[in-house]
């Protein structure tokens, strides 16, 4: 008899009973306290991660569910709850990380389950505890107020009213005078706003210095690496990544940004020529939303072995909400269901060739889920810190570029080089907002003005070729107020950019070697977030961006390609 395959739209959701859960986990931290043996610790530490996972569970699906139909009201009370109940449980979460870690069986427990769960809620322990309970609620409160004024920010182009996110395909637009009046529509609304953008940004900046003094730190820099979970590297290794992006990078961007000025036939590239790569308009995939999904199909197919059972699940799970429609959320994601071991790919098409980019992407981070929830037993190990994490992400659009001339037809080569030019002209954008927050909270007395005036010297120094054709609020450094991590995920943007300089290792691997790649690209996979950052590129067979030399190394391939392609003719 066959087994019916059950869909996520059957997935059961039920909301979990709050007082309930508080005193199964204070009964199982008491039995924990009072265990006479290892065994007996192990076997409770695993009753915790079911439990966790039947919590995750349902947020995962209530999550999805409301982002897809923002609509549906029962699931816009059940968002609610989970925004309300996820505080209290990083409190749970903090109380069990302290009985862990005083357990007098530590050593068999490491023995067990490896020393990295150790070090993960030893960071998770030092970055909460109750004395800024009251400031983390301040602290969301203030990114709330962040987004809330960028989604209703409303600007005029062509005597039209629209939105941020609607002047973005303008901002491209093949019309220079168009694109020039987007661009400045868009920036003038922060422009208009500085004020409120100033004093959300100020007080962030010192509420995260006072949360960080209260826990010990000196000030929130380390807070905030130990927040993002890193356990093997700090500030000092970063700004050496950044000089030797300064040295190896920068030149290579500025190069490409040379090319696009050419290839345009302009005299100069001005800051909203940015978006705007070809004559002949930017690659787009040919077909439609379903017929790049069934090339997907195709691609997983002949990518082969556990990538193929992985997509087969994905499909005929209906693991994935793809297409663009009337009041589901914007963005794209990929989720976890750990009771269904269901990845889940949510993204909103839109006809460009970020469509192919986000299936390719966000199905890099679903077969890491996928794979590492076969091979991790807890809870922990199953998400990489996220410079790792999007190591997976990024090096599966590279790895799937064999398979780019089913999507985009005559378009592909085109896409490839824009794909991997755009990867590189990234990277110093990356280091400029990084280093940008590492000034800011070394010197968080700094006024709001002594702030802009330093963002735009850093960006001169990793982005000299970009020209502001006398946009004064842009060169008074106001560029970083659209980037939403800097007020809501600090210190995060630098992630992107190391696992950036991995996927291009991966791609030239892939080239070279693409059997051999898709097995040390699953082991990576498999080992999902059971070891730190270091390690898992030990995994990976990739290089340490941290060592001297290591970015030259890398960059180096592909300039060479770069070099080879006659981006005139695309
Ligand atoms: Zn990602």
């Known amino acids: 008899m066959s087994k019916e395959v059950k869909k996520f739209k059957d997935y059961e959701y039920k909301r979990p009973q709050s007082e309930e859960l508080k005193s199964k986990i204070g009964k199982l931290l008491e039995v924990f306290n009072q265990a006479n043996s290892a065994n007996e610790q192990i076997n409770l530490i695993m009753?915790?991660?079911?439990?966790?996972?039947?919590?995750?569970?349902?947020?995962?699906?209530?999550?999805?569910?409301?982002?897809?139909?923002?609509?549906?009201?029962?699931y816009e009370k059940e968002n609610n709850f989970w925004d309300e109940f996820m505080p209290q449980l990083m409190s749970y979460k903090a109380m069990y990380a302290k009985t862990v870690l005083a357990s007098k069986f530590r050593n068999e427990l490491e023995k067990k389950f490896g020393k990295h769960l150790f070090t993960k809620i030893e960071l998770e322990s030092k970055i909460f505890n109750q004395s800024i309970a009251e400031d983390m609620i301040e602290e969301n409160k203030l990114v709330s107020e962040y987004h809330k004024l960028v989604a209703i920010g409303k600007v005029k182009v062509g005597g039209k009213e629209m939105t941020l996110n609607e002047v973005t395909p303008l901002r491209e637009s093949k019309d220079r005078k168009i694109r020039k009046e987007a661009n400045e529509a868009y920036f003038g609304y922060?422009?208009?706003?500085?004020?409120?953008?100033?004093?959300?940004?100020?007080?962030?900046?010192?509420?995260?210095?006072?949360?960080?003094?209260?826990?010990?730190?000196?000030?929130?820099?380390?807070?905030?690496?130990d927040r993002m979970?890193?356990?093997?590297?700090?500030?000092?290794?970063?700004?050496?990544?950044?000089?030797?992006i300064l040295d190896s990078v920068v030149p290579v961007a500025s190069e490409l940004k040379k090319r696009q000025k050419e290839r345009l036939g302009y005299d100069k590239l001005y800051y909203y020529d940015d978006g705007f790569k070809f004559n002949s308009g930017n690659a787009t995939p040919k077909g439609s939303a379903d017929e790049i999904m069934q090339n997907g199909i195709k691609m997983f197919d002949e990518l082969g072995g556990d990538l193929k059972t992985f997509f087969d699940f994905m499909h005929s799970h209906e693991l994935f909400d793809v297409l663009g429609r009337d009041a589901k959320k914007a963005g794209g994601y990929c989720t976890f269901i750990p009771n269904y071991n269901s990845p889940f790919i949510y993204a909103n098409f839109n006809g460009t060739d970020h469509d192919v980019k986000v299936l390719t992407h966000e199905s890099g981070h679903a077969f890491q889920i996928y794979s590492s929830s076969k091979k991790q037993e807890i809870i922990e190990y199953l998400w990489p810190t996220m410079d790792a994490a999007e190591i997976?992400?990024?090096?599966?659009?590279?790895?799937?570029?064999?398979?780019?001339?089913?999507?985009?037809?005559?378009?592909?080569?085109?896409?490839?080089?824009?794909?991997?030019?755009?990867?590189?002209?990234?990277?110093?954008?990356?280091?400029?907002?990084?280093?940008?927050?590492?000034?800011?909270?070394?010197?968080?007395?700094?006024?709001?003005?002594?702030?802009?005036?330093?963002?735009?010297?850093?960006?001169?120094?990793?982005?000299?070729?970009?020209?502001?054709?006398?946009?004064?609020?842009?060169?008074?450094?106001?560029?970083?107020?659209?980037?939403?991590?800097?007020?809501?995920?600090?210190?995060?943007?630098?992630?992107?950019?190391?696992?950036?300089?991995?996927?291009?290792?991966?791609?030239k691997k892939s080239r070279d070697n693409r059997e051999n790649t898709m097995k040390v690209y699953s082991n990576l996979c498999n080992a999902g977030g059971s070891k730190p950052f270091l390690e898992l590129l030990k995994i990976g067979e990739l290089n340490n961006p941290f060592v001297d030399g290591a970015i030259k190394k890398t960059v180096e391939p592909v300039i060479e390609y770069l070099n080879r392609v006659d981006d005139k003719k695309l």
């Open 47 to 74: 009753e915790f991660n079911e439990a966790e996972k039947d919590i995750m569970t349902m947020k995962s699906i209530a999550q999805i569910r409301h982002d897809i139909n923002t609509k549906d009201e029962f």
């Open 190 to 225: 922060f422009a208009d706003n500085v004020e409120k953008f100033d004093k959300i940004y100020d007080e962030l900046v010192k509420l995260r210095t006072k949360m960080a003094k209260k826990l010990g730190y000196e000030n929130f820099v380390q807070m905030a690496y």
């Open 229 to 244: 979970g890193r356990s093997d590297y700090s500030a000092k290794e970063v700004a050496g990544y950044r000089k030797q």
């Open 392 to 507: 997976h992400s990024m090096s599966m659009e590279f790895i799937t570029w064999r398979w780019m001339d089913l999507f985009f037809k005559d378009d592909s080569e085109k896409y490839k080089f824009s794909h991997i030019a755009g990867a590189v002209e990234f990277i110093p954008y990356g280091a400029t907002i990084d280093e940008f927050q590492h000034v800011v909270y070394e010197n968080p007395e700094m006024t709001p003005l002594e702030r802009r005036k330093a963002f735009r010297k850093i960006e001169k120094k990793y982005m000299p070729h970009i020209d502001y054709a006398g946009n004064e609020f842009l060169e008074s450094g106001g560029l970083f107020f659209r980037q939403l991590h800097v007020f809501a995920v600090p210190f995060y943007y630098i992630d992107y950019t190391l696992a950036q300089v991995c996927a291009l290792q991966f791609w």
